[in-house]
């Protein structure tokens, strides 16, 4: 298999709005994330992928972007940034940029244009369409609930956004946004950043006629992340490949798509190993799992067989021909200790291990690190993110959920779970910030904290540090990243264990995914290898034919 950079990099993503403020108005910025690099390169990673920090009236903090080539007041000057990236790079790291281009700010001057008359200069970069008798030209629904469709008084015509109405899509048929987008990804580049991670690119090819999709029983619009719909579209592979062609391979970057919606075989090309498109994907299917009969807004409990054997199937599926990003947290994602832990610290070590001894390069998302927990938010009127303060006022007003059971159910999967200030120390605010945070902060912050963690050697902190240094800087750097895949006991329901085979010698990696005691049968020919225990999260574990691994236990082995 081919070395590169980013197939041996970690990254850390910082959603800038939570992760330091330096100058009390409650909302992080630029120069507080300066002042925390030395923790951030203390973890051991060597990336660093920051959400949008762009110009934005900030209608889904900052993924709705006004200019392209400007930093949102709030996080700071372009000052700020520079500064930001040169102590990147001087600490031997590198910066990865938030790419939105599905989609522009309905205050971005092309929009402006665009819907100022019928036929202005940039009508044709966003998506208008005639009523359909008298209504929406289709039935598409947008992802931050009602119609994905607004109707444009001054010019008489509709326009299309998959997202929120202040975030119209762009047209990518037309070959002027082209050049735009990839005028303004060269402008990033020639400053010096990384790589980007492209938010939702799996949209941005429209099927052809914009057909109506299938309605599920209890829905109000078609999901326009559905097949048929938005997703992997007709010229999507082709436009990838021009942006490669005229940006991307002109720089040494990491390129990751957001694939709502991606298959394996979309994902080979998407990710493909010859280096024609990006360098990996993030896919959805595994966060999906514990997922109800009615998606997003429906809780359902993890089969843990069901989660194995899918990182098994993405993980043999793609090996040699295309490379996997390994996350299980992301400012989209409840927190993953909340979701299949019980918030134990030892539940978050060892859901870590899983995760970062498979192949691929693994994605850490601020306050993970801690083991930050899902937040007791309480009311609806604490909740900040639009997509579940919408679908909330939709599904309660249309009578289609009880307001009681519906917000049990946005406690475990909202999006602000993941985006609560992170957790710096136990002084006022968690340390995050001296003014008034702009979301509340997880009460726990006073025993969970970094400062309390960097000082316990036992804490998540050093456990994840422990992880990276295996990864990055031990004997057994080109075994975790190189080396091959093979899931053990896949029918197992509280025992996660691979095995990572390679010339030079072999990992075992096993967990407990339960909070009690389980037996557990190694494989005979790890027991007849003279192994070597490379880390535990409790205890030291001895292989023996018969074992025992305590609640949420994991351990890894060399031989
Ligand atoms: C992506 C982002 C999400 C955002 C959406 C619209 O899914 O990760 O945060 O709301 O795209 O840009």
């Known amino acids: 298999m081919e070395r590169a950079w980013w197939k041996e990099s970690v990254v850390y993503q910082i959603y800038p709005r939570s992760f330091c403020d330096s100058d009390g108005d409650g909302v992080g910025d630029l120069p507080g994330i300066l002042s925390k690099l030395d923790y951030i390169r203390d973890l051991g990673v060597n990336v660093i992928w920051l959400s949008p920090v762009y110009r934005s009236p900030n209608d889904d903090n900052g993924y709705d972007i006004s200019d392209y080539r400007d930093i949102m007041e709030e996080f700071g000057t372009m000052a700020d940034f520079d500064a930001l990236l040169e102590g990147i790079h001087e600490r031997g790291m590198k910066l990865v940029m938030d790419l939105v281009v599905n989609h522009t700010s309905d205050e971005h001057a092309w929009f402006v244009d665009s819907r100022s008359s019928r036929d202005a200069d940039k009508r044709d970069w966003y998506i208008w369409r005639e009523a359909k008798n008298g209504g929406a030209p289709n039935n598409w629904g947008s992802s931050f609930s009602g119609p994905a469709w607004e109707w444009d008084e001054k010019t008489g015509m509709y326009y299309l956004h998959c997202f929120s109405k202040k975030q119209p899509d762009l047209n990518w048929d037309d070959p002027r946004v082209r050049d735009a987008v990839f005028d303004m990804m060269d402008w990033w580049c020639r400053k010096g950043i990384d790589g980007f991670r492209m938010d939702v690119i799996s949209m941005i090819s429209k099927p052809a006629g914009l057909p109506d999709l299938p309605l599920e029983p209890g829905q109000l619009y078609g999901n326009v992340c559905a097949p048929g719909g938005t997703c992997n579209g007709p010229h999507v592979h082709e436009y990838l490949r021009e942006m490669n062609r005229r940006v991307l391979s002109r720089y040494d970057l990491l390129t990751v798509g957001e694939t709502a919606g991606v298959t394996v075989e979309e994902a080979r090309r998407y990710a493909a190993a010859d280096g024609s498109e990006l360098s990996m994907v993030f896919q959805f299917e595994h966060v999906g799992l514990d997922e109800g009969p009615g998606g997003k807004w429906s809780?359902?409990?993890?089969?843990?067989?069901?989660?194995?054997?899918?990182?098994?199937?993405?993980?043999?599926?793609?090996?040699?021909?295309?490379?996997?990003?390994?996350?299980?947290?992301?400012?989209?994602?409840?927190?993953?200790?909340?979701?299949?832990?019980?918030?134990?610290?030892?539940?978050?070590?060892?859901?870590?291990?899983?995760?970062?001894?498979?192949?691929?390069?693994?994605?850490?998302?601020?306050?993970?690190?801690?083991?930050?927990?899902?937040?007791?938010?309480?009311?609806?009127?604490?909740?900040?993110?639009?997509?579940?303060?919408?679908?909330?006022?939709?599904?309660?007003?249309?009578?289609?959920?009880?307001?009681?059971?519906?917000?049990?159910?946005?406690?475990?999967?909202?999006?602000?779970?993941?985006r609560t200030p992170m957790q710096w120390d136990a002084g006022p605010n968690a340390g995050f910030t001296s003014g008034r945070p702009w979301i509340m902060v997880n009460p726990n912050y006073r025993t969970l904290n970094a400062a309390a963690q960097e000082k316990d050697p036992d804490s998540v902190l050093n456990w994840y540090r422990a992880l990276i240094r295996l990864r990055r800087e031990s004997p057994w750097r080109d075994a975790v990243v190189y080396n091959g895949f093979e899931l053990l006991d896949e029918e197992d329901e509280r025992i996660f264990a691979y095995l990572r085979p390679g010339e030079s010698g072999t990992l075992l990696v096993a967990c407990n995914f339960s909070p009690e005691p389980c037996r557990w049968a190694p494989p005979k020919r790890v027991l007849e290898a003279e192994t070597r225990l490379l880390l535990a999260n409790a205890g030291e574990p001895r292989l023996a034919e018969s074992m025992t691994l305590e609640p949420w236990q994991a351990a890894v082995w060399a031989f």
Not at 310 to 321: C, H, Y
Not at 357 to 377: A, D, R, S, W
Not at 395 to 417: C, H, M, W
């Open 299 to 418: 809780a359902g409990r993890l089969f843990l067989p069901d989660l194995k054997k899918n990182l098994a199937k993405w993980q043999r599926e793609l090996e040699g021909r295309a490379w996997n990003s390994l996350f299980f947290c992301n400012h989209d994602q409840p927190r993953v200790v909340s979701r299949w832990g019980d918030d134990s610290p030892r539940s978050a070590k060892c859901i870590a291990t899983a995760l970062h001894l498979m192949q691929g390069t693994p994605y850490v998302y601020q306050g993970e690190e801690l083991g930050m927990t899902n937040c007791p938010f309480g009311g609806i009127e604490n909740y900040r993110d639009l997509e579940t303060v919408n679908a909330y006022r939709e599904l309660t007003e249309t009578g289609l959920r009880q307001p009681e059971e519906l917000l049990a159910v946005i406690a475990r999967k909202s999006r602000d779970n993941a």
